[in-house]
């Protein structure tokens, strides 16, 4: 559009000269001693114009060769900063084609500006991980910690770390990018695995209430973390009856009957004498989801009332008539308050439905208690052939 506008105006003022030319009679006079000469006033103007116009052109010239060097050298610079972009983006490329060795070699010699230095150091570390080239990737590390960027860094050395299993050298690299990022999400997120793999659950539980506040995991990954949180530190209160039972207090109750947080309470519970709360804790938690490894929890407890516990138990298997747990916890609650033939029938109705190696092995109890050693033997034997077929 520029170019045509100029067309037009060159046009215009061509015809106006022209036109200007034929009717305009001036003229100028040139006098230099002792010659004189003289042109039509439209000629002085284009020569005036062409020695301007010629005078602008020469001076653009000479400043054009006096900035030579300098324009030289700028275009230099645009070449290897085109170079170094195509060299930069040829590693991105290598590394996300999972071709890790060229992204490794490229990336890490790669030099340019300092912000992508860094990130192409941090990448090529992480090219060198998948290699499992640990001495690369150190390397590759302590240049990106000192290319400005320092967490990109750390939070890959503690990933690699806790892929390694290496927990405490992880949480050195954690403290060290918490000083930087304290509440980045994917750094709690390391956290939180670092402080289950070394057993920090009073700490998981805080970091917990943290992500979630944040939206930071998947409800379903919360949960389950979380009542692997309540079950590890019920296992460690199992040890202090007052810490045991102000820790259950403080649990959610839809937690308190999950399963798994249920058993931990349970054993727990039960490992400090407590068996009555250990079977309100069990019958609770059976009373909303029915659980094999529950059923079979409440058989080990031993409560004030033991023929409560049968009856509840008889209960439940008026709901669950075929259910071979249920049957073979009733034949060890009874066996228990030596009622011998109440388990036999139990145990015999157990196996029918589901032979067990645990069942075979109860009942040959039974058998050497009733002085035949003969059926005793059989059944061990049928217990050691369940054992081997696992």
């Given amino acids: ?176 990018a918490k000083q930087i990022a304290p509440q980045h999400t994917t750094l709690l997120r390391l956290e939180l695995k670092a402080c289950q793999m070394t057993g920090q659950w009073d700490e998981v539980d805080r970091l917990l209430d943290v992500l979630v506040r944040g939206d930071a995991l998947e409800p379903g990954i919360a949960m389950q973390n979380r009542r692997m949180a309540y079950a590890e530190n019920l296992k460690r209160r199992a040890e202090d009856d007052r810490g045991l039972l102000e820790y259950w207090k403080k649990i959610p109750a839809d937690f308190k009957v999950d399963p798994w947080v249920a058993r931990a309470a349970a054993r727990a519970f039960m490992q400090r004498g407590g068996h009555d709360t250990a079977l309100d804790v069990l019958e609770a938690a059976l009373a909303r989801e029915w659980h094999e490894d529950l059923v079979a929890l409440y058989g080990e407890a031993r409560g004030s009332s033991l023929t409560r516990q049968i009856e509840q138990a008889e209960k439940w298997l008026h709901a669950h008539p075929r259910d071979a747990q249920l049957l073979l916890t009733l034949a060890q609650l009874c066996s228990v308050q030596q009622l011998w033939g109440k388990a036999q029938s139990y145990l015999e109705a157990s196996l029918a439905i589901a032979p067990s190696a645990e069942g075979h092995i109860r009942m040959a109890e039974l058998k050497t208690q009733s002085d035949q050693p003969g059926e005793a033997c059989r059944h061990y034997q049928k217990a050691l052939a369940l054992c081997r077929a696992q």
């Fill in 1 to 176: 559009m520029r170019w045509l506008i100029s067309l037009i105006i060159v046009v215009v003022l061509a015809v106006a000269l022209a036109m200007a030319g034929r009717y305009d009679p001036g003229y100028v006079v040139l006098v230099y001693p002792p010659w004189r000469m003289e042109i039509s006033f439209i000629s002085f103007v284009l020569v005036v114009a062409g020695l301007v116009v010629g005078g602008v052109m020469l001076l653009r010239l000479a400043l054009l060769t006096l900035n030579l060097p300098s324009i030289v050298r700028e275009q230099r610079a645009r070449r290897a900063a085109k170079k170094r972009d195509e060299n930069f983006v040829g590693g991105l490329k290598a590394y996300t084609e999972y071709r890790h060795q060229d992204a490794e070699q490229s990336l890490g010699q790669w030099q340019g500006d300092e912000v992508r230095l860094g990130l192409a150091r941090v990448l090529a570390a992480r090219a060198a991980q998948a290699l499992r080239a640990v001495a690369q990737r150190e390397r590759h590390l302590q240049a990106a910690t000192e290319h400005g960027a320092e967490l990109a860094a750390r939070l890959f050395e503690a990933e690699a770390c806790l892929d390694a299993k290496d927990a405490a050298t992880a949480r050195v690299a954690i403290n060290r």
